[in-house]
């Protein structure tokens, strides 16, 4: 993925990139980091053996490898162990920037979720259509071409919902949901779905509320359940060791330790994780992710779509 880097790691410590070897979840996204294949190698011919290991983060792309060298010091039973490793660092994409490809923006939306509030409207609205696409809608944007309110349109089996889609920092006023529920009569919906990147005011479910009795029922997605959903949406980064190989196979690892013990031995501790990443790094995503995804209204719909791909793949 373009958003990831390598840059012979000039920008990262050997010692914290040792910190990134000992994480369990992925720096960014916080998903567990799947591990993508070994291999090792052992010379017949010497007590000199290796062993490269990728772990990857299937969501949102972060990757690190590490190789362990072991070798005799010609002593039996002392050995020469060499840790070298390497681990892809964020690019900074400028969001505001309308030509970013969507797919590349949507990564990088997983992996800094902060970077929403830089992004360009009609780039988030383009998302947010994307994701509700992958859901199995069929989408249409209609944003900057109506002033209705409405600037997605979703079709399914159940009917037409319109979108409103808001790109905040300030918290969503129950009278802006008043103003897409007028939208959505005058366009003849009566399902409506309201997307932010803030939060909604504390009035915002009972108005809601109040709707539905009367008919109209309003989705509200806030910055929280959107990331989770753009989550579920999102494909797996890489299938195979090959395939990642094809991108990043011929790069030099950096050495990260050395120990002449007899047996050899590493002590990694997780304390330097910041100083491993580059220096637009800014702590994991600001949400923190909950191991369990919330159950959401979207998920099925999601994991159905996963099982299809997963059909696809074994064809
Ligand atoms: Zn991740």
């Not at 983060?57 to 050995?79: H, L, M």
């Not at 939306?109 to 509030?117: G, I, P, Q, S």
């Not at 003849?188 to 009035?203: C, E, M, P």
């Not at 159950?295 to 997963?310: L, Q, T, V």
Request: glycine share 6%; hydrophobic share 35%.
């Amino acid at each position: 993925m373009a958003i990831w880097t390598y840059e012979r790691n000039t920008r990262v410590q050997a010692r914290g990139l040792a910190s990134v070897l000992s994480l369990d979840n992925c720096p960014f996204c916080a998903t567990s980091l799947t591990n993508l294949g070994n291999s090792a190698t052992r010379s017949p011919y010497s007590y000199t053996a290796s062993a490269k290991i990728i772990d990857i983060c299937a969501i949102c792309g972060f990757w690190r490898i590490r190789q362990d060298f072991k070798s005799s010091k010609g002593t039996r039973d002392e050995y020469y162990t060499s840790v070298h490793a390497a681990t892809a660092t964020l690019r900074e994409l400028d969001l505001s920037d309308i030509s970013v490809p969507l797919q590349e923006a949507r990564t990088y939306l997983v992996a800094k979720y902060d970077a929403r509030f830089e992004m360009h409207p009609r780039l988030f609205e383009e998302t947010v259509a994307s994701v509700f696409k992958d859901l199995g809608y069929q989408v249409v944007v209609t944003g900057y071409s109506s002033d209705g309110g409405i600037d997605v349109i979703l079709h399914d089996d159940s009917g037409t919902i319109g979108v409103q889609v808001k790109r905040y920092k300030n918290s969503i006023e129950v009278e802006q949901i008043r103003s897409l529920t007028g939208a959505l009569v005058l366009a003849g919906f009566t399902k409506g779905i309201f997307v932010t990147t803030s939060r909604f005011q504390a009035g915002a479910p009972d108005t809601v509320q109040k709707y539905s009795s009367c008919g109209y029922q309003i989705d509200l997605v806030d910055a929280d359940r959107f990331y989770e959903t753009l989550r579920l949406t999102q494909r797996p980064q890489y299938n195979s060791v090959e395939e990642f190989a094809s991108k990043y196979g011929d790069m030099d690892l950096t050495l990260v330790a050395e120990s002449d013990l007899p047996g050899g031995g590493l002590e990694i501790s997780g304390k330097h994780i910041t100083s491993a990443l580059n220096s637009d790094y800014d702590g994991p995503a600001a949400f923190a992710l909950k191991e369990q995804l919330r159950r959401d209204p979207w998920r099925d719909k999601a994991e159905h779509r996963g099982s299809i791909d997963a059909a696809a793949h074994r064809e």
